[in-house]
Structures are given as C-alpha cells and as structure tokens.
C-alpha cells in the first residue's frame, strides 16, 4: 500500500494508531474505574455483584458439569445458575486471570475497561469494511464504543462486552466481498464469544443477522456458506441451552407479559438518556427502566442529513428501472390512510361502531388496533416506493443500516409498543418474535437498542461519507475529527464507584458447610451483598439476586416480611443454617424473627445464629377421604374447581387477602383427620398468609385442631415441588365431620387460591 505522495505505508499502523487511541481513549472516559480495578465496582454493586459471582464460578468450578449449575445461590436449590446468565464469553479473559492470582473484583474491572476500547476499535473494522476510510470508522468507533446509551449500563458488564457483533458483521462484508472463506472462521468465533457472552444477543443478533444475509447475498452458495459457518459455531451452545431449558422447566420459571411490558422502550425512548450521562442527563425524565436509547446528536443529525441528502438525489435523477408496481402503492397508501382516519376518531371521539339494522359493519373500540393495520399497509406502500426498490437493487450499505436501526427501535419497544406510556400498537413485531424459542424468557426487549445504536452509529459513518464526499482530504479529516470530539462529549458519564460488600468475618471460625442466610432478606443491596460476600466464607447462600428468584424463595421473603420466624425453621428440617443478622439493618426486628436461638458470634456488625437440622413441623400423613361438599364465604359459586381434579383450575377469593376469608369441608360422615392438604398448582403465590384450622363434629363445639406457619409450609411445598406445590398442614383431630380453613392475615397483592382440595386420614 502506498501513500498519496507514492511513499510505501505500512497497512497495520493506522490500525495499531485506532487501537492505541480507542485505548486512550477508554482510560480518561473510564478514570475512576482504572485508579479503583481492585477496590470498586463501576457504578453500583448490585450487578456488578452478581456479574462478578458467575465469573468467580466460572473460574472455581467445570463449565456445564452439575456443580457449575448447583451455583451456592438460593439454597436449596438445583440448577441455580441458569437463573441468570453463565457469562462464559467474558470468562474467556477473566478465568484466567484469577487462576493467575488476580482477584476477582480486578478481573471484573479488567474486563470493563476492555470491552470499552474492543468494542470501539471493532466497530471502526466494521465502518472500514464499508467505505474504506479510516476517519470515517473513527467516527463510528467512537459513536459506538462510548455510546450514550451505553452509559446507562455501566452496571451491566455483559452490556458493555458487544465488541463481537460488529466484529461479525465485518468478517461477513469481507467474505462477500472477496469471498474469502477465512473470513467465515472469524464471524463464526465472533458470534460463539458474543452468544457466550449475553444471552440477550444470543437471541436478538441473529434477527439483524438474518436481515443482513437477506439485503446483502443473492446467491444460494454464500447464503449456504454463512449459514453453515453459523450452525457450526453454535453446536458448543447447545448443552448450555438444554440445561437452561432443563432447569427452567423443572422450576417452572417463565416471565409475565406484564413484566416484559414494562421493560419495553417506550417510541420516546430515543430522546430519553440516562441521567449518569454528562452532557444529556437532562434527557433522563423521559426515561423508563432500560429505556434510554438515545444514540447522540451528532449521530442523529449526520444520519437525518445523509437521508435527506439521498432523497434530494434520487429526486432529481429518479432511476426507470426501479417505478413498478404504482397500482399496489396506491392501494395500500389509501387503505392505510383510511385505517389511520379510524384510529385518530377512536382516539378523537372513543369507541364507536357502524351498524345497518341489527348487522355490525365496523366496530372500533380503541386506536391500537386499526394504527397497526395502518402501519402495516404503509410499509407494504414503502417497500414497493421506486427508491426503495433501487437501493434494494443495489444492495446500499447505507440504507441497509438505517433499515436495520429502525426495524431494531421497533423490536426494542416490545410486543405492545406505547408512546409516553399511551399504547399505540395492538401487536408488534416483537410479540411474532415471541413465538420463537427462547423469546417469550427474555425480560427486556428495550436492550435490542444497543442493536440500534449500533446500526445508526454505522448509519452515521457511511452518511458522513456521502456528505462529505466532495471535499478536500484535509477538510474530510479536519469535520471527522470535529465530530468524533462531539461524539465523545456527549457519551461522557459521570462515574460513581462502589466499594464491594465487606466479608462476615465471624463466619470464618466456624469450620463447617452449613448454609447461610443474611437478614435483611429480600432487598437488591441486602441479597447482592450476600451473594457476593459468598465467594469469601464459601457456604451456600440461602439469599440470592438473580434474573429470576426460584418460587421457594419469593415465599421465604414473603414470610419475613409477615416476620414469621416459622420459616427460618423449615429451611433448617434437613441441615442445620446458620443466620446472620447485620447489626446495622433493622436489627431489633430481625432479632425477634429469629427468636431465641443460640447466639454463636456476636460483633460490632454481625450477630450469628445457628438453628439446628429438624427444627420444622411434622409432615402430616394418610389415606385420602372423601369429601361431600365445601363451602366458601367467598365466591362459593366456583368451589367446585378445587374439587375437579385439574391443577390448572381453582377457587379463588377473587380479591386480596384482607383476613376474613373461610372454607367449609364437610366429609359427609365423622372421620379421624390427619391432615388438609391445599394444592397451588401454578398459583403458587396465592397461599393462605396465616391460617386457622377447625375441627367439629356436629358444627355446634368447635376446636382448633392446628394453627401455625402456612407460610413455611408453603415454602416447602415449593421447595418439594416447584410445579406443583401442595401446602400439607398436619392436622390431629378424631372423629370430626367438619373441617373449617380461616385465613387471618392480609395482604395488599395476593388472594387467596386452591387449585385442589384433599383431606387425608383414616
């Protein structure tokens, strides 16, 4: 390669200029994080936190063996890693620096720092790949690399490590521009780092992936090659996916619509910042939770200018080729402005329908619906547009990646996109996507935005390109340079460092496995923490802070919440465990849950108890008896449904739980009762907060016949039985017909559910 002045130029050095100044770069934006690499976390230490516990797992234990998934989290139970991500990918860089002495807390903060300049010189690769201009990929390093967006998830470390994905799409415009097969290898080990890394991306990449293949290759052979080179390189995954599938099945672990809802992006969102940016934190009041997608301005100007620049162009030398098909254009442009016309009155006026006689013509009851028609009938109307059909045609790097950022805003706003919090679309892309394996698990559509600042950051570069194609080479590189300086300044953050949870250094007398639970429990900072402070005494934790929380575990918090010290009991039935009480949380409160139990360690921070194995109740036990009838004092029009022997059906108070809710079994003759048993089937947060057992023979004396914790039997059950928990309640009554179930506490969430009903005995 030579210069313009014909002087022989060394291919690699504006390469090796790029990495050392992305590295540069990263230290000053990212300071406080290099001067604090083994005393703090970046940002907070909840994620940071738990990101750090599955990569000192990862180092300490054999990827995909029993004991890698058993991670010591929300004891007992199996299988706890997969409820949250295995971050094997980032591993590859901190396993073996811990394996070499480095702290964990260090190598965590090693890999920060690096994804930020990787991630930046990778997505420069991927901009040089499409106009070959080293100013120009600056420009999309930096846009990318230290993104706005990226700011608001700094305490997110697999977020941070994304360097992969435009690593791949560089290896993919390599092969089919030279046709290479060496650049398959590369895109293929970049999407295994990548899907080994976040498992968001696992997910989301290959949606802009298949897009890429489609726009891109019109031949079979290289679709095919791609293709292969895929599949290959993601055999390795599959025994991670089915012992993800395997666990989440065996604990009935699934996320709501509502939950996924509300981690959508909102179509603000790409006007809403986080409130740690410097320069846009002003921005952050149009935020919701992981819904801060604002790219940058610059990025947005230079895209919204190429756009219109090309359309100036395309209007003054339209192309004949591309004119076809006007009478399909003016169909759906005018069917869907006739929808868009029915949307804005259901908004204007409410819901409304058109009726002839007794004959329903049009039913309109809100604006979601015919608005999605609308939208669907305009893209048919942009797609057959003459300009479309000729970038199409010409396969336009550009177009494809302002194409791909809009179609990745739409997928980050949900199955049901909204517009400051109002719904505007009935049923988005997104929610097709959900029909796919593995979508409907996923939390947070909103993170498909680090696809679309990805895309608009390429977007921007090759725009830059195209506005400044006219221009001398120095004026070029005097604007690239001006823009990559804004770029940076609008991605400056403003850091916080948190110093990591403390060790319990009581814990370390006591020379036994029993496992630990921390109270305050149920809290981010408390079970965090916990967590963390677990790679220290090296016990199982019964607290845990994950992506998902096991059933058993919601009901354990729940029960100290009530301060039902009954179900520090139930976890000791098999193992003795120790509780450790932080002097400096609600400490008064937290001692009189745990009761009086032998105090084993007592210091200025920590007060530790030992509750001994086979404190829990007795498990009732017997043969099943038949029950005539049962009677409720609310909605006893459905009790049958806890008598119909389906799971999937119950009885329900139908209102929260205010404590003056009974059920009536009548057995039909006097039988010896040895225990109720109340099947939850999947309602399993729905027991009876605190519960009352009566017996009677003639319905006239009454006589308590158990009255306990329902709380911790319903933590058994769902430790017993995730799918399937059945509250067992232990009941000693002799010749009794009559059975009454009072349930004598409140709560503002949850009613009260039985799905089956059995008594047992003799």
């Avoid at 010591?72 to 591993?91: Q, R, Y």
């Avoid at 590369?186 to 992936?209: D, E, H, I, R, S």
């Avoid at 009189?592 to 404190?615: H, K």
Wanted: net charge neutral.
């Amino acid at each position: 390669m030579t210069s313009r002045s014909g002087e022989p130029r060394s291919v690699a050095l504006p390469w090796l200029i790029a990495a050392v100044g992305y590295t540069a770069i990263s230290i000053v934006y990212l300071w406080p994080v290099v001067t604090h690499l083994s005393s703090a976390f970046p940002h907070d230490p909840y994620d940071s936190s738990l990101t750090g516990v599955i990569l000192f797992w990862d180092a300490h234990s054999v990827p995909l063996s029993q004991a890698w998934w058993d991670a010591p989290i929300f004891w007992p139970t199996h299988g706890a890693l997969a409820l949250s991500e295995h971050l094997l990918g980032i591993s590859l860089l901190t396993t073996p620096l811990q394996w070499f002495g480095v702290p964990l807390i260090t190598a965590s903060n090693v890999a920060f720092v690096c994804a930020f300049p990787l991630t930046a010189l990778a997505a420069h690769a991927l901009a040089f790949a499409c106009v070959k201009r080293h100013d120009v990929a600056a420009i999309a390093g930096c846009m990318f690399g230290f993104s706005p967006y990226r700011v608001g998830h700094l305490a997110h470390l697999q977020m941070m490590w994304v360097f992969a994905m435009p690593l791949a799409l560089m290896a993919l415009h390599r092969f089919v521009e030279g046709g290479r097969r060496g650049w398959l290898v590369l895109f293929g080990t970049a999407w295994l780092v990548q899907a080994a890394a976040n498992g968001y991306f696992m997910l989301f990449f290959p949606v802009l992936l298949a897009a890429w293949v489609l726009w891109f290759v019109r031949d079979l052979k290289s679709a095919s090659l791609i293709a292969a080179a895929w599949l290959v390189s993601t055999l390795p995954l599959v025994p991670v996916l089915l012992g993800y599938r395997k666990i989440h099945d065996a604990l009935g672990l699934s996320r709501s619509i509502n939950e996924i809802e509300s981690l959508s992006a909102d179509m603000t969102a790409v006007f809403a910042a986080s409130p740690d940016s410097l320069v846009w934190h002003s921005l952050s009041r149009w935020s919701r939770p992981e819904g801060e997608l604002f790219p940058g301005l610059i990025c947005l100007v230079l895209v919204v200018a190429a756009i219109a620049l090309a359309v100036v162009r395309f209007r003054s030398r339209p192309d004949p080729e591309a004119a076809g098909w006007p009478a399909a254009r003016m169909i759906t442009a005018t069917l869907g402005s006739l929808f868009l016309a029915i949307a804005i009155s259901a908004h204007v006026v409410g819901p409304w329908r058109w009726t002839i006689g007794s004959a329903t013509i049009v039913s309109v009851a809100g604006s979601d619906k015919p608005l999605s028609i609308a939208a669907f009938l305009f893209l048919c109307t942009f797609v057959t547009l003459p300009a479309f059909r000729l970038v199409w045609r010409r396969r336009s790097v550009f177009w494809f990646y302002v194409f791909g950022a809009s179609a990745m805003l739409v997928l980050s706003l949900g199955p049901h996109p909204t517009w400051a919090g109002t719904p505007v679309l009935f049923r988005a892309p997104y929610a097709w996507l959900m029909e796919l394996p593995g979508f409907s698990e996923i939390r947070v559509p909103a993170r498909f935005g680090m696809l679309f600042v990805l895309c608009l950051s390429v977007a921007a570069a090759v725009g830059f390109a195209r506005l400044t194609w006219a221009l001398s080479a120095t004026t070029q590189r005097a604007l690239a340079v001006a823009v990559v300086v804004v770029a940076l300044v609008e991605g400056w953050p403003r850091f916080e460092m948190a110093p990591p949870a403390s060790p319990i250094a009581a814990l370390s007398v006591f020379r036994d496995d029993a496992p630990v639970i921390v109270l305050p429990l149920g809290t981010t900072d408390s079970d965090a923490a916990a967590e963390y402070r677990g790679m220290t005494h090296g016990r199982p934790n019964i607290n845990g802070y994950s992506g998902y929380a096991p059933h058993h575990y919601q009901v354990l918090r729940i029960g100290l919440g009530l301060n039902d010290g009954a179900v520090l009991d139930e976890l000791a039935r098999d193992r003795d465990i120790i509780v450790a009480v932080d002097r400096h949380g609600e400490f008064e409160r937290w001692v009189r849950v745990v009761g009086p139990r032998p105090v084993i360690a007592d210091d200025s921070d920590w007060r530790l108890y030992r509750i001994a194995a086979g404190s829990g109740p007795p498990v009732a036990a017997g043969a099943l008896l038949s029950i005539q009838s049962v009677t409720a004092n609310f909605r006893n029009n459905a009790v049958g449904q806890m008598l119909d022997g389906k799971a999937t059906t119950a009885w329900s108070t139908g209102q929260v739980q205010a404590g003056n809710e009974s059920v009536l079994i009548d057995l039909g003759r006097r039988r010896d009762v040895s225990g109720v048993a109340l099947a939850l089937g999947p309602f399993a947060l729905d027991f009876p907060r605190a519960l009352l057992v009566e017996c009677s023979a003639d319905q006239l004396q009454w006589t308590e016949c158990w009255q306990g914790s329902s709380t911790a039997l319903a933590m058994r059950a769902a430790i017993d039985a995730p799918l399937s928990p059945v509250i067992r309640i232990p009941v000693a009554a002799l010749a009794v017909r009559y059975i009454r179930l009072h349930q004598t506490a409140a709560d503002p969430t949850n009613g009260w559910a039985i799905a089956e009903l059995t008594v047992f005995g003799r």
